[in-house]
């Protein structure tokens, strides 16, 4: 279970060109995508391509700023680490960007944050993935292998790191229960063939 945010009664949304909920064996509901590609097909046209245009203006103009910085990579270095920090407290963690760079610098003392660990280990994998790309492209495969590093040694290290997984998840306050979830992803027996069809959809 994560703990993400107040229920908002997305669970009760009827299908979309996305996907839809639909009743489970146990007697909740939990979203299957839409088959890929969409249908329709997305078209660039209207308010997305003003959209998609102003992502690019800004792009740019980011672009712009880190050419003028003396040290471009400090600028990303610090980003990642942001980044992680906010990604990884979808997952409840409470470490705060000091503790990161206090832990990867290595002078966090006796009262450091249990969780700051598993920010540190959202770098490494992120760094992981990365690198990866270069030989690996985006796949199943990757997701199995940037997985096994997000888990290193942390909550979750005896459980299944670099596999899908096999029992159901969802998204919600803390202490709500499947029925109650904000958002609950396809049942375990899902996951291969959905996942096997987005990479399959990236790589088409």
Not at 63 to 89: C, H, I, W
Not at 104 to 121: C, S, T
Not at 129 to 149: C, F, N, Q
Not at 177 to 187: D, I, S
Request: hydrophobic residues 35%; neutral net charge.
């Amino acid at each position: 279970m994560v703990n993400a945010g107040r229920h908002t009664g997305s669970q009760t949304a009827q299908g979309t060109r996305a996907g839809q909920y639909l009743p489970q064996p146990e007697g909740y509901r939990a979203f299957i995508p839409a088959p890929l590609p969409p249908t329709p097909p997305v078209q660039i046209t209207g308010d997305l391509q003003r959209l998609l245009s102003e992502a690019d203006r800004a792009l740019g103009r980011l672009d712009g700023s880190v050419q003028t910085l003396p040290n471009p990579d400090l600028f990303v270095y610090m980003y990642v680490r942001k980044e992680a920090v906010l990604s990884s407290q979808i997952e409840g963690t409470q470490s705060s960007l000091q503790d990161l760079l206090a832990a990867e610098a290595h002078i966090l003392g006796e009262g450091r944050p249990r969780d700051v660990d598993e920010v540190v280990n959202y770098v490494g994998a992120m760094k992981h993935g990365l690198a990866r790309l270069a030989d690996l492209p985006v796949s199943v495969r990757l997701i199995r292998e940037i997985h096994a590093e997000l888990l290193k040694g942390v909550r979750g290290s005896r459980l299944t790191p670099g596999e899908l997984r096999r029992s159901q998840n969802w998204i919600g306050p803390s202490g709500c229960t499947l029925a109650e979830a904000t958002f609950v992803p396809p049942p375990p027996a899902e996951v291969p063939t959905t996942l096997g069809a987005l990479e399959t959809f990236l790589h088409q």
